[in-house]
């Protein structure tokens, strides 16, 4: 189509009216049996023509083949000689047509009578044929028989939601005279013309929510599908029937209302959707890593080391924030700069772009802190981060589409409850930032809290509230879900913690306490575990003969009672009812084989696992429910080195101490004390990295007793250290049990 000089517009219309003609199309008419039939038949008389060609076509299909036999025999030639012979013994003998005034006769003396060639007829005919076929085949799937009647407007409706489509009828429309009691149309002929909804202008909205500069470019389907083709058609054959000719001029001639000059960019008219979703897309790597980090912090135990040694668990997460906002702060910057200079946000207030990303960037900071608590393995948490963060645009997706494709109205509490996502929100905050740029006035501190949509009452301002909102929302569901559910690591709380005084109120103590993996009550051990249990306890009973006596001038600082770990949901009892009592001045060992509970003892001592049931207390104070304030009079070596790798010796020491609390004029004296007992001096300013394994399992035991801890918990070690290395060790412990 294009080869014969159609544009793509035109072909589409042309498509169109093939698929009708060919749908088998009807239009419907009332009333029949009235002067309304002549009009329709004055209307048809195009159609009529057509049905006339095609059947005169398939009737020269049909003597076709009679035709071709006759030339392909040379009966014409036969035919032609005669004629000749004919003609010339006239001329030769005129007075055989005196007192004849035939003109039959006289044709045959004036007729030319030259044979023809025989091909020549044939390759005519085969192009007669090839046409006549060709315009039959396509005629064979158009319906010219396109008018229906029907007595009444009722009768068009009914046939039309409840016939047509039995009938395998496409009404493409209807025509509804007004007509006298006779049948007669009067002088004033009053008709409307109802179409298929496919092919008209929408009538439940006056004009476009959306203000674009330029002309209304609305009514193309009055005039592109058919509605002006069938006015003009019946207009011409009332006039018809009035006055009995036909009028063929003035044609049909459309022209759009002037419009006064404006400029159009086609860039604003996309960034609406085009800015949150790249703004989701380049902050996707930004996520994922922030993500990353932090759930890898916890994964190797470095938060829950750092949090034994006196973290504040607000600090740990301000300072994560404050991380993530310097990062984020640079590109929000930028991005304002090219935003508001790149003429992309002409008109708009910079200062306004500035704050709504920022408070967008700190709505995504609080986003990767609430997909940090749900996940305890970093890989996978920056995986399914990322994935999520990029799935929380689709709300904002679903809105446009709904406003901008379907014209629904969405009210303001819809977009709100949409904007619990904080990229749909940034969306829509987005999308009045393009809308006030089309119309060239910009986001202004005047309209920031008006809609350039009219009926929208939904705005910037309300947008930037959401983000706000959403800040808050995940900062709460981070902090409730961090204390239930820790993670491998920490002590969770009750679901329920909010509700307790104890809670708010700082005294440690809680009314009631139930693990929420036991039921509610103590974990019931199998049959094999009772017996071992009860081996255990005859051995213990049989072994306390032989036991030193408690210290009774010395201050308790350990009291275990009945404490039990039971690993794998209750398929592995790692501690049973382990009593102990520990004071200040002591040096304790814990001996056993692999799997004996020493590690796990020590993990719940420290907060690092809950206790199935049994209790603990560490300066009277228990380890289930006052962990931070046992935490600040305790130091810990793990059982593997935790340590941080782009930080040297002496910066660990001054972390470590600063944690616990010390004064800065005395971290210098315990830096300088700790690094020549453990005979570190030369490796005070290398990185951790560059260590030896001895060397940083010094440092690990070294950082235990930092900050003047009054219990320190070593979990082996010496382990992996030369005896140099062992007996320095030692030596450190001895010096400071003192």
């Not at 159609?6 to 749908?23: D, I, W, Y």
Request: proline share 4%.
């Amino acid at each position: 189509m294009s080869s014969l000089g159609f544009t793509s517009k035109e072909q589409r219309n042309l498509g169109l009216l093939v698929h009708l003609m060919t749908a088998n199309p009807k239009i419907l008419y009332s009333p029949i049996g009235s002067q309304v039939d002549k009009v329709i038949q004055k209307a048809n008389e195009t159609f009529a023509f057509i049905g006339n060609v095609t059947h005169y076509a398939r009737v020269w299909l049909n003597i076709s083949a009679q035709l071709r036999t006759f030339l392909e025999e040379g009966r014409l030639q036969g035919h032609l000689k005669w004629l000749q012979q004919l003609s010339s013994e006239l001329q030769q003998n005129p007075q055989l047509l005196n007192g004849t005034d035939s003109e039959l006769m006289q044709a045959l003396l004036d007729g030319n009578y030259t044979i023809p060639n025989t091909s020549t007829l044939l390759e005519q005919l085969d192009t007669i044929d090839n046409a006549a076929c060709g315009w039959s085949h396509f005629m064979s799937k158009v319906s010219v028989d396109v008018f229906k009647g029907f007595p009444d407007e009722d009768s068009i409706v009914n046939y039309t939601l409840n016939q047509a489509y039995q009938d395998n009828v496409s009404v493409f429309a209807s025509v509804i005279f007004q007509t006298n009691k006779d049948g007669t149309l009067p002088p004033h002929v009053q008709y409307k013309i109802r179409q298929n909804s496919s092919f008209t202008e929408k009538t439940n909205e006056i004009r476009r929510a959306y203000w674009r500069p330029g002309p209304n470019t609305g009514g193309k389907f009055y005039f592109l599908y058919g509605f002006v083709w069938i006015q003009d058609m019946m207009e011409r054959a009332i006039i018809n029937t009035f006055v009995g000719h036909d009028v063929v001029e003035p044609g049909n001639y459309v022209q759009m209302f002037p419009y006064p000059c404006y400029t159009r960019d086609d860039f604003l008219f996309v960034i609406e959707h085009m800015m949150p979703l790249c703004m989701v897309i380049s902050w996707v790597y930004s996520v994922a890593m922030m993500i990353q980090h932090i759930v890898a912090e916890k994964e190797h135990r470095l938060k829950e080391v750092m949090k034994m040694m006196g973290l504040n668990n607000a600090v740990h997460w301000v300072a994560w924030f404050i991380t993530g906002f310097v990062q984020l702060s640079i590109s929000v910057t930028a991005l304002t700069a090219i935003l508001k200079y790149g003429r992309v946000l002409l008109h708009s207030d910079p200062l306004i772009i500035w704050l709504f990303l920022t408070i967008y960037a700190v709505a995504t900071i609080m986003f990767c802190f609430l997909v940090s608590v749900i996940y305890s393995k970093a890989k996978l948490a920056s995986a399914c981060g990322g994935i999520i963060y990029f799935l929380s645009y689709v709300p904002y997706m679903y809105v446009a589409i709904r406003e901008e494709v379907a014209h629904d109205k969405i009210t303001a509490f819809e977009k709100c409850i949409a904007s619990l996502m904080s990229t749909t929100a940034f969306g829509l905050g987005s999308k009045y930032f393009a809308l006030y740029e089309v119309a060239g006035v910009g986001i202004q501190w005047r309209t920031i809290s008006q809609s350039p949509v009219e009926g929208d009452d939904f705005n910037l301002g309300l947008s930037m509230m959401m983000l706000i909102i959403d800040a808050a929302v995940y900062g709460v569901l981070t902090w409730y879900i961090e204390a239930v559910h820790p993670g491998m690591y920490g002590l969770p709380r009750p679901w329920y913690f909010p509700l307790q005084r104890s809670y708010w109120s700082g005294s440690g103590r809680v009314e009631t306490w139930e693990w929420p993996w036991c039921g509610g009550g103590a974990t019931r051990l199998s049959v094999m575990e009772e017996d071992q249990a009860c081996a255990m306890d005859q051995r213990r009973s049989e072994e306390m003969r032989g036991i030193e006596e408690e210290p009774s001038h010395l201050p308790l600082v350990v009291c275990i009672d009945k404490l039990t770990k039971v690993y794998k949901n209750g398929s592995k009892l790692a501690l049973n009812k382990l009593s102990l009592n520990l004071h200040e001045n002591q040096v304790v060992s814990f001996l056993g084989h692999n799997g004996a509970g020493k590690t796990t003892t020590m993990s719940i001592l420290t907060g690092l696992f809950p206790p199935t049931s049994g209790s603990a207390t560490i300066y009277g104070h228990d380890i289930r429910t006052e962990m931070e304030r046992i935490r600040q009079n305790l130091g810990m070596c793990p059982q593997h080195n935790v340590l941080f790798d782009k930080l040297s010796v002496e910066e660990h020491l001054w972390f470590y101490s600063r944690l616990k609390g010390m004064a800065e004029e005395d971290i210098r004296k315990e830096m300088d004390k700790m690094i020549a007992d453990l005979e570190l001096s030369n490796k005070r300013h290398s990185l951790v990295q560059t260590l030896s394994g001895g060397m940083k399992r010094k440092l690990s035991v070294a950082i235990a007793f930092v900050g003047g801890s009054r219990a320190v918990i070593l979990d082996e070690p010496t382990a992996g250290v030369d005896p140099y290395a062992r007996r320095a060790i030692w030596d450190l412990i001895l010096k400071y049990k003192q």
